[in-house]
C-alpha cells in the first residue's frame, strides 16, 4: 500500500541539540510539505517543496532546515536556533496542481519534546 | 495572503446533525478541503469542493458558495466515533500551498 512514513513516533531534544525528522513517500507524489501543530490548533506550513532540489519557506520557517535530494525523501531538521520546538510534526505529500481536486496525504505524524 | 474561519468547537448528540461552516479569505484558490482529526492522530481526508454546491459521501456532505467564500461541511446521524476535529483548507492556485483553519472541534454525545 503506498503511503507516507514518518520516523520517529517520538523524538527527544536535548538543548543546543539538532535533530531530523524523517518522512518518506512511496506515492509518487511531487510535492512534500511540513507541519507543525501545537495542541488545540490548526496546522501551519514550515516548508513546502514542489519538485527535487527544490523548497521554498513556509509561514514559520526559522529555526527549521530541510532538503529535497530525492522525490521520495523530504526531511525536517529542528535546529537549535528554535527555541520552542516541542509540537506535533506532520509530513504531507499531495499531486500536481493540474490534478486540484488531489487531497494531501499525511503521515502519522512525529511528537518532538524537549528534555 | 489566505485566511480561513471556524468555530472552534461544536457539540452535538448521538444521531443528530451538525454543520460546520467555513469562511474564507483568498486571492485565488482552487477549492474548499476537509480533513478529520483524531485525538493525536494525522488528518485525513474527507471532502473536497471545487464548484458551487453539494457534494456528498455517505454521512459527509460539503457545501461551497464561492461568492460568499464560504463552504459547510455537514455530518449526518452523528456517531460516537464523529468526535474529532474538523479543519478546513484551501489550494493556492499559484504556490501550490494549502492552508488550513485553526479547526473546529467536534463532540459527540450519548
Known amino acids: 500500500d503506498g503511503g507516507i512514513t514518518q520516523s520517529p513516533k517520538y523524538l527527544f531534544r536535548k538543548e543546543g541539540q539538532n535533530v531530523t525528522l524523517s518522512c518518506e513517500q512511496n506515492l509518487n507524489h511531487d510535492a512534500m510539505y511540513w507541519y507543525r501543530q501545537d495542541p488545540g490548533q490548526g496546522l501551519r506550513l514550515i516548508y513546502y517543496s514542489q519538485i527535487v532540489n527544490d523548497f521554498q519557506k513556509g509561514d514559520i520557517a526559522e529555526g527549521y532546515s530541510v532538503s529535497r535530494e530525492k522525490k521520495e525523501s523530504f526531511p525536517l531538521t529542528v535546529t537549535s536556533a528554535q527555541k520552542n520546538p516541542t509540537a506535533f510534526y506532520l509530513c504531507?505529500?499531495?499531486?500536481?496542481?493540474?490534478?486540484?481536486?488531489?487531497?494531501?496525504?499525511f503521515g502519522d505524524g512525529t511528537r518532538l519534546s524537549i528534555l | 495572503g489566505q485566511s480561513l474561519e471556524q468555530p472552534s468547537e461544536v457539540t452535538a448528540v448521538e444521531g443528530a446533525i451538525v454543520q460546520i461552516n467555513c469562511t474564507y479569505q483568498?486571492?485565488?484558490?482552487?477549492?474548499l478541503s476537509w480533513y478529520q482529526q483524531h485525538d493525536g492522530g494525522a488528518p485525513t481526508f474527507l471532502s473536497y469542493?471545487?464548484?458551487?454546491g453539494l457534494e456528498e459521501t455517505g454521512r459527509f456532505s460539503s457545501f461551497l458558495s464561492r461568492s460568499d467564500s464560504y463552504g459547510y461541511l455537514l455530518l449526518q446521524e452523528l456517531q460516537m466515533k464523529d468526535s474529532a476535529s474538523y479543519f478546513c483548507?484551501?489550494?493556492?492556485?499559484?504556490?501550490?500551498?494549502?492552508?488550513f483553519g485553526s479547526g473546529t472541534k467536534l463532540n459527540v454525545k450519548p
Open positions: 504531507a505529500s499531495s499531486s500536481p496542481v493540474e490534478g486540484s481536486n488531489q487531497p494531501q496525504h
Open positions: 469542493n471545487a464548484l458551487d
Open positions: 483568498t486571492s485565488g484558490f482552487y477549492g
Open positions: 483548507a484551501v489550494r493556492d492556485r499559484n504556490f501550490n500551498k494549502f492552508y
